[in-house]
């Protein structure tokens, strides 16, 4: 079972602002998927390797040249905030929550 | 005899040819389209973007094309002039607000369009709207939508399956002739089948995922759905090849797929596989009609072996760590910054806590705290590392079959539709919906799913085929066998028959 620390933490790894009420149903919900899945450890993985890619490895290769990129004020145009052709946000400095 | 006028429930390959002919045109067709989606789409709810006036727009351009290359032979018709179709919301339309069934993506309108989209507008498509779906694609119902749940046009108090539930239920009641779909668990299969219409998932890296919104990057594909598997055909070919925009898109040559009669399956070898068949809460009927319709295809003359793929059980577990984990990450992209609403705060921070935490559903941040644990430190190697070695070991049960066999037939969910609400607050009991269709997705091989079926409630039972990478002209090959000898992929709900 986890518990309410480890949600708030993997909420807070997550960057996911959560109620009390969220923390508690998803402790619940999260604990019993996890303990579903313990059925994992039953397989003997020794010496199989893990999945990198299901398609045969290959090099994928391109001539390095510049090519013209989506427009600067289409993309802009998305954002919450900008100023002079820039995203804008607020502060940076000192992450409340330490993370 | 006299060829029947179009309506909107001729096939996909009828109405190209009835386009070809002139015998209609493209506004008559996106017209009569239109019209069955302002009398039925407010019970069924498939859309979450209807584009009239762009559709018609866009069907008058193609009948001036098809006009003009009447008169000039040399002018090249594209193949797929005119004929509408639907775009799950998860894909990338030029112009058409792409949400993803998202509060975060709200009034988010791409720059650019999707390659598979991309290649269907140059073959002549006309887009008429973007289709429901669970949020980020990740639910098995389309309950997760934040814009509210599909109703399966077969029941209206039931799910039509997900996560392309609204492509599923706008072709089942006949509001598109075909819609694209992903798959990255099942969600083109699995709706397909609560629906009873067709459904394909190609083989991963077959159809670029460039424009597709990044769900699980590793089991992403996109897919058609549409009433018959010959239906697909034309779509999938035509969206299929490497793209270099897509590093994972592969430069295997698409198959010139032709459709021979119900003979080409003798001697084929149809594999079993036991597994599919044991799953726990399994509805009787279901087994049967898949049972039903694999003895059809032995009558039609193929070869029936019972297989094995003894790590089928494990595909539930691997998947649910894995796709999480690869949203974890992927999904860090939306903080309120560059694209989507921001939840207002005075420090950076705040507003990434604060917009990911009220604007993400309850779903989605489930899946991105299961993935963040499973990939945080202490759990990695107990979670996601073992994950994908047993993801090695499903990989390698499906190497094993096809050594046996030509293709695998098996249900494609445990059991038809659901009610709405039922599974909501069960997450585990949503996910075993999708045991059956999780193991191609983790093995990368293409699945087919098509009716076979209705249980006593009327609902569709779907069966699909499952090939090695990149045989999905064996996967057609058969369905079309069957659909050729069978009618259950030309049933339509009693709802789309509503006139007025």
């Known amino acids: 079972m986890l518990s309410r620390e480890e949600v708030i933490h993997i909420a807070r790894l997550a960057r996911l602002d959560l109620s009390p009420e969220e923390i508690e149903r998803y402790r619940e919900q999260l604990s019993a998927v996890l303990d579903y899945f313990a059925r994992l450890a039953e397989v003997d993985t020794t010496g199989i390797p893990p999945t990198a890619s299901v398609l045969p490895p290959r090099s994928v290769l391109r001539r390095d040249e510049p090519r013209p990129g989506l427009p600067r004020d289409e993309l802009l145009a998305n954002a919450a905030d900008t100023e002079d052709g820039q995203f804008k946000v607020p502060p940076v400095l000192d992450e409340p929550h330490g993370g | ?500």
């Open chain 2, 1 to 500: 005899m006299k060829p029947m006028p179009w309506t909107p429930f001729a096939s996909l390959t009828e109405t190209l040819r009835a386009l070809q002919t002139g015998e209609v045109s493209s506004e008559e067709v996106t017209r009569a389209y239109l019209d069955r989606m302002a009398r039925l789409e407010p019970r069924i709810h498939a859309f979450l973007a209807v584009y009239p006036a762009q559709a018609l727009a866009a069907a008058q351009a193609a009948d001036r094309r098809r006009q003009m290359a009447r008169h000039h032979p040399d002018e090249e018709v594209p193949p797929l002039l005119g004929l509408p179709i639907a775009v799950k919301d998860v894909l990338a339309v030029r112009g058409m607000e792409l949400t993803c069934g998202s509060r975060i993506l709200e009034g988010f309108v791409p720059p650019y369009t999707a390659t598979a989209v991309q290649r269907l507008l140059d073959a002549g498509v006309v887009i008429v709207g973007k289709t429901n779906t669970d949020e980020f694609a990740m639910g098995s119902s389309t309950e997760n939508s934040a814009y509210g749940p599909t109703h399966n046009p077969w029941d209206l108090d039931r799910v039509p399956g997900g996560s392309s539930g609204g492509s599923a239920a706008a072709v089942a009641a006949r509001l598109v002739p075909a819609a694209l779909g992903t798959d990255t668990g099942g969600s083109v299969r699995q709706p397909a089948s609560f629906t009873g219409v067709s459904g394909l998932k190609p083989t991963y890296g077959r159809v670029s995922r460039y424009g597709l919104v990044a769900y699980g990057s590793s089991l992403d594909t996109v897919g058609v759905l549409a009433p018959s598997v010959a239906d697909i055909v034309p779509l999938f070919t035509l969206m299929a090849g490497a793209d270099p925009r897509d590093a994972t898109s592969m430069d295997v040559p698409v198959p010139d797929i032709t459709l021979p009669g119900p003979e080409a399956v003798r001697g084929l070898r149809i594999g079993l596989p036991k597994e599919y068949f044991l799953a726990e809460g399994m509805q009787p009927e279901v087994a049967q009609a898949v049972q039903d319709a694999v003895q059809h295809l032995e009558a039609l003359g193929a070869q029936v072996v019972e297989v094995s793929l003894p790590h089928t059980a494990y595909a539930l577990p691997v998947y649910y760590i894995i796709a999480p984990s690869e949203a974890s990450a992927n999904l860090a992209r939306y903080d309120g910054i560059r694209y989507g609403p921001r939840e207002a705060a005075d420090r950076m921070w705040d507003v990434f806590y604060r917009t990911r935490g009220r604007r993400f559903g309850p779903e989605v941040k489930r899946r991105i705290m299961l993935g963040t644990y499973a990939l945080s430190a202490g759990y990695y190697d107990a979670y996601y590392a073992q994950a994908q070695k047993v993801r090695t070991l499903l990989k390698r049960d499906f190497e094993a079959a096809f050594e046996q066999v030509d293709v695998l037939a098996a249900p494609v969910a445990p059991t038809t539709a659901f009610r709405l609400g039922e599974k909501t607050e069960d997450p585990l009991a949503m996910y075993l919906e999708d045991i059956f269709t999780l193991p191609a997705n983790l093995a990368g091989v293409p699945g087919l799913a098509f009716p076979v079926g209705f249980d006593a409630q009327g609902l569709p039972i779907g069966m699909q085929l499952m090939g090695p990478h990149f045989r999905e002209d064996l996967l057609f090959r058969v369905a079309h066998a069957y659909q050729q000898t069978t009618d259950w992929h030309t049933r339509v709900p009693p709802l789309a028959h509503l006139e007025g």
